[in-house]
């Protein structure tokens, strides 16, 4: 083992694969934070760094597991955690298609190509992340494995996707800890249980550029779903709700959070066909953060759009 080994040895997850069972460990005190898994799916694997178009891929068909974990230690590195992980997809039989640290992959062009859990759920630091892909050939077909670990001040992070073989041959996703479950799953009935139970849900996959407040191109899965919960809902109205970092001014920051909740909602209506009025736009800035300033991880966390009910059957939300 390479010397930075020693920083990530400890307990465990275990990922079964579609045809054979394969056990990565993780670090000492790794939570599994968010899981989604799809039978008879295709992932988008990336096999080569940003050209400036587009980064290289394979279309993975099949099984798709997909994890996020994080550690919450600060003395982890990327290069430890890629080097643990790494080694034993290759002890298990895998083959290298592509690997790349940061500025080698394409930067923020490269981590905003590749399918990858939002904040804060997968946090990616665009100053130190690396990307490993891998492929093993089976008797059910090829099987694609691929890593993405970053870290912040406090933590490692470490997203893990399976994905290919026969779809029907695949066990759930389970982790060697008695008990553990993820924090958050990303399902389809996730957004429409916030708005009824909570009456807010946060649209954690959105992408927009540094200051701008046009989204990226792209599909969004939370627009998707919010678009089919409005149109099965036409009686519920809701408000778009855009917050900022404390980065400049409050004055600033209001307007590019409304823009970006404008954005949000011209999307819905053009791109989603969801009825105008059933939507609203506005802007808080850094007023309502959901973490502290302090850290870029914080910052990250609370630049985002936000879903609020506002409200139902015809009758406003708060009467």
Known sequence: ?????HIVAGVLACLPMASTAMDLKLPNGAQLVAEALE????YRLPTGGWTGKDVASVSAEGRVEKQAWKISSSRVTTLGL?????????????????????????????RFSV???PEPIMHVDLGDFRYFAAQKETEDG????????SKSASAGYVQIVQAGGDPSLGLPLTTATKGARPT???????????LENKGHF??????FATGSSALADGDFATLAALADYLKANPERNVALVGHTDSEGSLTDNIALSKKRARSVAAMLVNKYDVPEAQLSAEGMGFLAPRASNLTNEGRAQNRRVEVIMTSINGYAANR
């Open 1 to 5: 083992m390479k010397s930075t080994k």
């Open 39 to 42: 039978n008879s799916s295709s």
């Open 82 to 110: 890629l080097d643990m992980m790494r080694d034993q997809l290759v002890e298990d039989g895998y083959t290298r298609l592509y690997e790349c640290e940061t500025a080698a992959c394409g930067g923020f062009d490269f």
């Open 115 to 117: 399918d990858i859990f």
């Open 142 to 149: 090829p099987q694609y494995a691929s890593l993405v670990v």
């Open 184 to 194: 958050e799953t990303i399902a389809q009935g996730s957004l429409s249980e916030s």
């Open 202 to 207: 946060v649209l954690d996959d959105l992408v």
